[in-house]
């Protein structure tokens, strides 16, 4: 594979930046410069160290030159990847996503992609990513960007927006998530071991966090039949709430049996691709009560939690076996092998509308499968899932649409007309004016 | 102007069907048949009586000729035009439309279009329109059909379905009431007379009870800027609570000051083009408390009110004076007369989507203005209102989709997926459900 | 109705221009300015006398105060309308247009709009309108413009190119030659006296000059079952050359019988909507020589006659009785007082396509169907007609978006795909880039 | 791999079907039954002991068992695939698809596909193809069904019609030329041996033989720079008469230099993706006479070499060498065993359109790339070619559009339609018709 100058922005990252490394160190085709960048100078310069670290750890000294750049452009300047992980705003800034919307009645399992939480997240993202773009457009033009920030969609799209000839796309492990559940399935369906979830071939669409499956396959089987008659079946949705009880003593904020991705296979014919707690949080029907939600066996991450271990990573010490290389589930490596004209892959990811989704205009940021090769991403024209879930898809892009018009325009009245058609709101329409107001003052936002 | 052989289906009824005598009687260029049919045969009978009565009160003796007929078949055969106002089942299935949804605290201010009461009422009065349009597609292929029925926008896609071919469209005054209501700003605006409605030139876009104003005129003037002005303007939006009681105790339940209307044009960028009962339906903003709907100065319309009034309907005697025509509000004569080729109009229509709705697929039946002329109407293409509008009308139009589709399929199943997808649906998906199925029984339907 | 101020780019012409001033002289309600701008300024300024007679000569003096200015920018400040009818080019220039395609066997009889004649004259005419759209925008971004110059289609879409808020459309009256030709068919069908154009109602689809008719109506006639045993009836194609000798003889270049016309209906089921010499000039089967086409009794209009009127028509003197105003076949006024708020009116118009067009994407300029009010130009959604010819004004459309984009980007590499696109090309491709240098070179054109 | 059941229709022939034989024979890991079909049924049962000698020589005996059918429904009935490859009507029919045009001065290089020739034989053949997916849809819905019949986009379409549910594709080894092309550039370009064509990677976009390059890698390298170059220079096109004389003399009809495939990426932005004797019929500037196209290197197939090798095929007599098997061109095989789960590729297909290209309906059948898989095939989103290409592919598309139409309704005068319509017309209409009334005695076809 030919060399490579890589840069991450959000480099100082105690999490993702770290896998990345990782993943970097166990591909051993790969080599180069890995360039960090943050808005936290020290904890880029910190982490140039914990990258020597992992590539000792792993036996692959040599490979890759690490800095760490404290101006941008530097930071881009000849880059063939950028990528881009980092938290629109401080932690703090969470609490206003949270937890004002829960004193009005709105309740929201992550907060962080839609819902109003999702849109203020969106409101303090959006702008960081217009000049990002601009800074590629700038000083690299020709890099492909691959962007794991959320709101996924919407920083994505912020990338086109300010430079429209950009080579990006969003990557998202959820729907890997989904392709485990159904290895798992296989694995009791036909007697065999859990198989990798590669090999569970499945048709996507949608948008990131609202993906739906409308096929599945694993080697000959079709799935979905077997699916149907799971959905069917009564004892799918037996009452989860002392699973959910449990989670919630264990802080397992993120398990989930898939039961609300099963009620949308149920009622609207299309198998949710997501974990519950995203799902929940694009309709109305789930998160009316806690205990509604707890039946699913899903519980909402507090912001307390998040407050919590925001901290803990800043503080984390590494220790040699937290660097310890392994095949992981993430795809950053594997995507940028492709793109680098290394090999060829299947996968879902985030990009322009091109026609792969029929129902939504072209130009939208949408999730579906790709073939991502040399220097190409071209989408697979996703299968039309039914009518009832197109309906729902549609009302969320539009969402995301005003969203970013909104913020690209600095129109906070354009945002509120996106807040109150959000599937959340379910204020009336004075009491949602009024926390809007809240929520831009708890953001402190202003442009 | 040619002779003419008309139809009124409902020709029993004691109001739609008498005013179109008296606009019948007030057109004196019209001239023909006019055939009564209805499934209460007596009640058809009894219209005769009646419709020669207006036609002598009106000087009018001689120009149509008035029978009854009992079967369908005869009623349709060699009709130039057929007019359809009917009650889709007994007064008593709305006890189960609009009682058993608020029993779970959904409430709806009309429920006849939409909400979990439209849902029902169209699968009530859907089959029925299948049924018409098979009749009419074997007995008077080439007339053009009129539907005045609610759920107007359902009711005319089911004649559609069943025959293609069909020339149909649906009639509604709720548009003229906003153009009243223009016409009342223009006298205090500009200091003059207030005008007649037909003065007031709009663009318009939606589906039917949900359409908005894009563009407004009157003479020169553009009211748009006018309009916005005073939707901006915060004492537009004062506390209506008082007056609310008062229409409240006297029963004026169709009354309204266009403040949701307005409310749309403030938060989304365009006025709504209908009753406010009407439109505070569609979303989920309005309906949120009956004291929140006051606000507005709305109050919605009981079940008992109906149950009375269509006894009293039912038993109502005319005098001379209540069949003395006079230029109406109501335009199916005027249509009429341009189908037959006598003028040439634009105004409001319900009608198949061929392009005039942008943002809508085709075949939909959707809301616009047209043109009307001999044997043709042709749709003018609406402007675009802003996203945010374009969004909740989709929705809109989805669910009635997926409900025409349900009922065509007698699929209980998608009805089902309809009803959670309507906007006013604010349960958890076990409730919605559980109410459904009350409501399938309160209608007793049955396929 | 309202003081207008008007503008003629092009005021120093001798046909339209003063056309165009009895037509406001013959309307009494018009009242204004009108301004007189040509890059001729010597002609601008005789025209003001010759407009200063007009009005007398029609007892309207005092309606219109008329000026002639040099400069364009203080011609257009402050305009409510301005109409555009330009020369691009010396006549001249049309030999390269006409005579060279002759040597290469390409024969086009008008050459004005399509084939390489059109190209070539859109090279010249295009950047024109770009410079007024250019001028419209700063000096009068709210006024109408109306433009009469062809190519039509390509000189009013350079002017949404370049000013994309501008509000123009383009008007032309061939269409209305194909109501008259109805109208004496209408008079004979019926034994009755030849109607008004205006009575004869068209459904209509395409571009300019390359229009069809797919449904008529005279009162409540359907006029397309006739028409189309007209096309069936071989008589109607009987050998015209005869006639076409004639013609020549004559000079009667414009008259047709409508043959080709009707050919299209013939073999592709829609009625062609202009003289058959514009006709002709967009499809192969017509021109392959000049034998072929008189045999439908069209004639070609010769480079020689063009010559020697141009100069009569700069030397013409006009007598009283010349400028003597009666209601003419043109719409200009009619549509200035549509657009003023003076009236409304149903007529054919190039726009902008916003759907009106099925088959034709957004944004091309096509002729259709529109409604003209205050202020506003709705179109109306035309009816399809057969994918035939879909197929072939797609083809047209294409060509001119391809000249277009060639145009404005100054890339003559584009504008010989164009070239070889046009559907009357039928050289071989080297041959074609011979004859594409020479008419470069006789139109002197160079960016 | 799971045991497969095939019918190959068409069975009797003497290349494709014995072709197809010697790829499964090659391809060890395929087993199970081998159906023959052919109206010619001896051919079929004659083909049986070839069938067997193919699998001895290969070292494949048993591996399938071979039989002959000689009722289309016994064949089907049960198989897993369906192998069209059939000759639609007589060799003699030939005559008049290429003879005849010859005479009117319509030259056709190939006249299976285009042009007029191409319509008379899909009026033989279309019908062949609705009887044929009735079969299928009776005898063996769930089978994949591979088309290998020309014309390839009119059959495979006609499955289609007759059997909206059919899983159908239509393969063609044409666009492996073009890869072949690539690759020995590549060797030239990159100074390496010359790369197997599966190793360049292509962007395609259109309808089968006329097909376009937008998109062309080798490894990491970008080819469409040296290709634009390469159209680009003159020397390119130098005269490629004396080449054309030698392959008329050596009867290499097939052999091209892809010089009309450059001269459209010189002229129109894209490289032609199929042999240029393809190419070249579907526009009108290559084939206005011999001369023109042989200065492109490229000849004509004439009728009498047809006649011959007709006859030499029948007769022939295969020797142990001729059915030695090795990897061919072909990928039949290699998607049979896509489709039955053994293996995954990216391939061009001919397919409906879902979305893959953007610039024609949904539906039409349209050549690209697509991911087969476990019975399924996605496409890929094609990149858009200019609109110069977009303009070309359209009209080839529409007139195949019209001619299923014709086919499907009986109705030669919309037949006509699509006949005067093709690109290669360049006669006046009144020729164009009695050519056509000629063609369709030569064909001696009747409803």
């Known amino acids: 594979m030919k060399e490579t100058r890589i840069c991450i922005i959000g480099g100082g990252g105690r999490l993702w930046a770290i896998q990345f490394m990782k993943d970097l160190a166990y591909n051993t085709m790969t080599h180069g410069t890995l360039v960090l960048y943050d808005i936290d100078k020290q904890a880029a310069h910190n982490n140039v160290a914990v990258a020597e670290r992992v590539f000792k750890v792993n036996n692959s000294e040599g490979r890759f030159r690490v800095i ?6 530097k930071a881009l300047a000849g880059c063939d990847l950028v990528i881009i992980s980092i938290e629109p705003g401080k932690t703090a800034c969470r609490y206003g996503d949270l937890v004002l919307p829960e004193e009005y009645g709105i309740l929201q399992s992550v907060g962080d992609t839609t819902g109003p939480g999702g849109i203020m997240r969106a409101r303090r993202a959006v702008p960081l990513f217009f000049e990002i773009a601009e800074q ?8 492909w960007v691959i962007n794991y920030t959320n709101p996924m969609t919407l920083c994505t799209a912020a990338l086109y927006k300010a430079f429209p000839g950009i080579k990006a796309l969003g990557c998202c492990h959820e729907v890997f998530h989904t392709q485990n559940f159904l290895a798992e399935k296989v694995a009791k369906w036909f007697d065999v071991p859990v198989p990798d979830r590669r090999e569970i071939k499945i048709d996507l669409t949608g948008v990131n966090h609202f993906t739906f499956v409308t096929k599945a ?21 037996s009452d989860g709430t002392a699973v959910a009880k449990q989670r919630l003593e264990e802080e397992n904020w993120f398990d989930c049996d898939q039961k609300i991705a099963l009620s949308f296979l149920r009622d609207f014919g299309a198998l949710g691709a997501a ?3 995203h799902l929940a949080e694009f309709v109305p029907w789930f998160l009316t009560s806690d205990e509604n939600l707890h039946t699913y066996g899903v519980i909402r991450t507090p912001y307390s939690w ?5 901290k803990e990573k800043r503080e984390r010490v590494f220790k040699d076996e937290d660097l310890k290389a392994e095949l992981s589930d993430e795809e950053g490596v594997d995507i940028m092998r492709c793109l680098m004209g290394d090999k060829s892959m299947v996968t879902n990811i985030n990009r322009p509308n091109e026609g792969q989704i029929s129902y939504l205009p072209k130009g939208r940021i949408v999730e579906s499968n790709g073939v991502l090769s040399e220097d190409s991403i071209r989408p697979i024209v996703a299968s ?5 879930i197109q309906n729902l898809i549609k009302q969320v892009s539009d969402v995301q649409e005003m969203t970013l018009e909104a ?24 009491k949602a004016r009024e926390l809007f107001e809240k929520m831009l003052v708890a953001s402190d936002l202003k442009y």
């Open 275 to 277: 974990g519950d707690r």
């Open 306 to 310: 998040r407050e919590r271990t925001a």
């Open 384 to 388: 039309d899932p039914p009518l009832a």
């Open 68 to 73: 760490a750049e404290d101006v941008i452009g």
């Open 217 to 237: 396959y694993w080697k000959t089987h079709d799935l979905m039949p077997k699916l149907i008659e799971l959905a069917q079946d009564s004892a799918t949705f």
């Open 136 to 143: 590629v457009k700038q000083y690299c033009p020709d890099a």
């Open 407 to 430: 913020i690209w325009n600095k129109d906070d009245e354009l945002l509120f007309a996106a807040f109150l058609s959000d599937p959340l709101m379910n204020l009336s329409r004075d």
